[in-house]
């Protein structure tokens, strides 16, 4: 179980980005978080992978402090980050080098196969498309087996189709494992397709608005009309979210 407790994240400058942010997220679950910018989404992921501090409050893995980075924890960023002097191989397996080398490329090939990118191993990272590259960056974050996968607005440089092809592919990686997911995205589509639980977010400081579960069956078809009436409520969130703050009453989406 991964557990934020009160998280609060200020910066040296005296920007608020957090405040008295609380959250359980159950293992195997796809939680995505969603809002618009400056709402505290990306420093959110920063504080459960341990790259950042919060300063006040806590959060922990099945009771275990999260304060570094640790390998139970995988994450994707917007970019692919790559490294251009590494094949692609080399890149999927560059945080599994501690373990022995039969098993480093049984994981590579074993990974590389599930994007669909066995056939590219020896290749430079220049020789991919954008969603290419990007299938290796999942292929790299989940090599080292994680049990928590963090997704820093994955797919938002790719064009239409390449992203929703990459939305059911991350949902066909996750079946293997089915590692607890937290996604952070603006896009209110990408949410309703991947996950089982939908937190909005709204600005100064970051806190939760509100967190909705939509009641769709697997697979989700985009062009279905309660899929539609989803996310309208969901966009409606974010238009009040996105609101100066001022006495508003929370709409009738967080009863939902």
Not at 149 to 172: G, I, K, M, N, Y
Request: glycine residues 8%; contains cysteine; hydrophobic residues 40%.
């Amino acid at each position: 179980m991964l557990d934020l407790v009160s998280l609060s994240k200020r910066y040296p400058n005296g920007l608020l980005a957090l405040e008295g942010l609380s959250l359980s997220v159950a293992p195997g679950e796809i939680l995505a978080i969603v809002g618009g910018s400056g709402c505290g989404k990306s420093t959110l992921l920063r504080l459960i992978s341990g790259l950042d501090a919060p300063t006040s409050g806590r959060a922990s893995l099945d009771g275990t402090p999260l304060t570094a980075p640790r390998p139970e924890i995988g994450m994707v960023f917007q970019e692919p980050r790559l490294m251009p002097w590494l094949s692609i191989d080399d890149n999927v397996g560059f945080g599994i080098r501690h373990l022995p080398a039969s098993e480093q490329k049984s994981r590579i090939n074993e990974a590389l196969a599930r994007v669909g990118l066995a056939s590219h191993a020896g290749h430079w990272p220049r020789e991919l498309s954008g969603g290419q590259a990007q299938r290796v960056a999942l292929a790299r974050a989940l090599v080292g087996r994680p049990q928590v996968l963090l997704l820093d607005e994955p797919f938002s440089a790719l064009d239409a189709l390449t992203r929703a092809d990459l939305q059911d592919h991350l949902l066909e990686l996750w079946h293997y494992d089915r590692p607890t997911m937290i996604l952070v995205t603006h896009d209110i589509e990408e949410a309703l397709v991947l996950a089982d639980r939908i937190v909005v977010m709204q600005p100064n400081p970051g806190r939760i608005r509100v967190e909705v579960t939509p009641h769709l069956a697997r697979p989700r078809d985009r062009l279905d009309h309660e899929f539609q009436e989803w996310k309208y409520k969901l966009l409606a969130e974010l238009d009040h979210a996105s609101r100066p703050p001022g006495g508003e009453e929370l709409s009738p989406a967080a009863a939902i």
